[in-house]
Antibody, heavy 122, light 107 residues
Framework: EVQLVQSVAEVKKPGESLKISCEGSGYIFSRYWIGWVRQMPGKGLEWMGI????????KYSPSFQGQVSISADKSINTAYLEWSSLKASDTAMYYC???????????????WGQGTLVTVSS | EIVMTQSPATLSVSPGERATLSCRAS??????LAWFQQKPGQAPRLLIF???TRATGIPPRFSASGSGTEFTLTISSLQSEDFAVYYCQQYNDWPPKFGQGTKVEIK
């Protein structure tokens, strides 16, 4: 059974750094892209970026380029989303996702993690 | 970037009635279109991919159609568990943007 298990909720102050994680299981981790989706409180879904865990190639949505960093460690089947300096506007639920098809990101995004709630407040 | 526009923003429907949701792409996405359902406090769930193929475990009261720029999701007879927010998403181009969502609420 494919599972994406995300790290627990975080409460941070503005200016702090943060790295949240997403561990994949039940499939060959390096063969499937992993994506990150943001959902601000009461709002819709926004695509942030993706990574190929096999070679660490990344792609970012223009809105998130330079704002976050996506990485992966295929030896432990884990992808990461990282901020170097959080803002209050980063308060949101963050989901990691995996597509239906292998070795492509032009595929329906079938599997979703349970979400990590990040709260940034002074 | 391809812009996805959903209508209406909110749909008020009585249980047992039919609901029809629309999604429009700013340029052709072929049939590379998915629909998701999201209930409060839950992660989105994939309902439909390739514009009209139901994902595993999705009941047949959910159907979808369309190609190119115009797409429709139909729920034939709304059950209590179907009241939720529905999103369309294109995956034909980068980034695979979502529509803004349609909330299906109880009338």
């Amino acid at each position: 059974e494919v599972q994406l298990v995300q790290s627990v909720a975080e409460v941070k102050k503005p200016g702090e750094s943060l790295k949240i994680s997403c561990e994949g299981s039940g499939y060959i981790f390096s063969r499937y892209w992993i994506g990150w989706v943001r959902q601000m409180p009461g709002k819709g879904l926004e695509w942030m970026g993706i990574i190929n865990p096999g070679d660490s190639e990344t792609k970012y949505s223009p809105s998130f380029q330079g704002q976050v960093s996506i990485s992966a460690d295929k030896s432990i089947n884990t992808a990461y989303l990282e901020w170097s300096s959080l803002k209050a506007s980063d308060t949101a639920m963050y989901y990691c996702v995996r597509p239906y098809g292998s070795e492509t990101y032009y595929s329906a995004w079938l599997y979703w993690g349970q979400g990590t709630l990040v709260t940034v407040s002074s | 970037e391809i812009v996805m526009t959903q209508s209406p923003a909110t749909l008020s429907v009585s249980p047992g009635e039919r609901a029809t949701l629309s999604c429009r792409a700013s340029q052709s996405v072929s049939s590379n279109l998915a629909w998701f359902q999201q209930k409060p406090g839950q992660a989105p769930r994939l309902l439909i991919f390739y514009a009209s193929t139901r994902a595993t475990g999705i009941p047949p009261r959910f159907s979808a159609s369309g190609s190119g720029t115009e797409f429709t999701l139909t729920i034939s007879s709304l059950q209590s568990e179907d009241f939720a927010v529905y999103y369309c998403q294109q995956y034909n181009d980068w980034p695979p943007k979502f529509g803004q969502g349609t909330k299906v609420e109880i009338k």
